[in-house]
């Protein structure tokens, strides 16, 4: 670590003079990496963005846009916080993946951004489930719905489907009298939904058993009963 505190204090009093000259390119790039070594990731991001930028025929380049975007990845935090950091990864990742597609790192890159995604998706996960627990049913189904477009292809949707289905039916439940038949009515359209998508699921029973309820109450108001 003190050697690479060195070369960067010395690389900062060197550089000035070599700008314009042919061995600043080399100098630049071991620069940028003093920062990385030293785990200042935020300013090797920055030097590595810089280097590519500039020295944009260097057979160094495609290195420097690669660590740009893996010093960013080292900055994504715990899915809890705020995952601007993670965003930004992605794009520099995508950059470089469409800056050089026959590189031998854009496997890698796929890989890394996959990783990122899987946080982000977590992090929509986890704010939808909070929602469902604090009882804040329409916030719940408005966020699963959103996690579902933001990711499609989610391992979760079966789960997630389903919390909407109970979410959808505890408001429904909740409501009052005059608005209980048409959110009734919206609970058995998400059950049919989830049915159709899910009918071997492990859900399946107590989506029934919610789906029966809902037409027994639907009955029941429909018969001019109070509920």
């Given at each position: 670590e003190e050697e690479f505190m060195k070369a960067q204090i010395l690389y900062e009093m060197v550089l000035p003079y070599y700008k314009g000259k042919k061995e600043a390119e080399e100098m630049y790039f071991k620069f940028a990496y003093t920062y990385y070594n030293l785990e200042d990731y935020m300013l090797a991001a920055h030097y590595f963005k810089s280097y590519a930028n500039s020295f944009t025929n260097s057979t160094h380049r495609e290195e420097a846009l690669y660590m740009a975007a893996f010093s960013e990845y080292q900055m994504s935090p715990n899915y809890q916080l705020?995952?601007?950091?993670?965003?930004?990864?992605?794009?520099?990742?995508?950059?470089?993946?469409?800056?050089f597609p026959s590189s031998d790192k854009v496997e890698q890159c796929n890989q890394l951004m996959d990783k990122l995604r899987e946080k982000l998706e977590r992090k929509a996960f986890e704010q939808g489930h909070l929602y469902y627990k604090l009882g804040k049913y329409i916030s719940a189904i408005v966020s699963f719905e959103n996690m579902l477009k933001d990711f499609p292809e989610t391992k979760r949707e079966e789960q997630v489907r389903f919390l909407i289905l109970k979410s959808s039916f505890n408001y429904a439940k909740n409501s009052i009298f005059e608005k209980k038949l048409e959110r009734l009515n919206d609970t058995i359209g998400k059950y049919k939904e989830f049915a159709?998508?899910?009918?071997?699921?492990?859900?399946?029973?107590?989506?029934?058993?919610?789906?029966?309820?809902?037409?027994?109450?639907?009955?029941?108001?429909?018969?001019?009963?109070k509920i």
């Open positions: 705020d995952q601007t950091q993670t965003n930004k990864a992605i794009d520099d990742f995508q950059l470089f993946v469409n800056t159709k998508r899910f009918p071997e699921s492990k859900y399946i029973k107590e989506a029934n058993k919610i789906n029966s309820y809902s037409l027994t109450e639907i009955n029941k108001i429909k018969n001019g009963y």
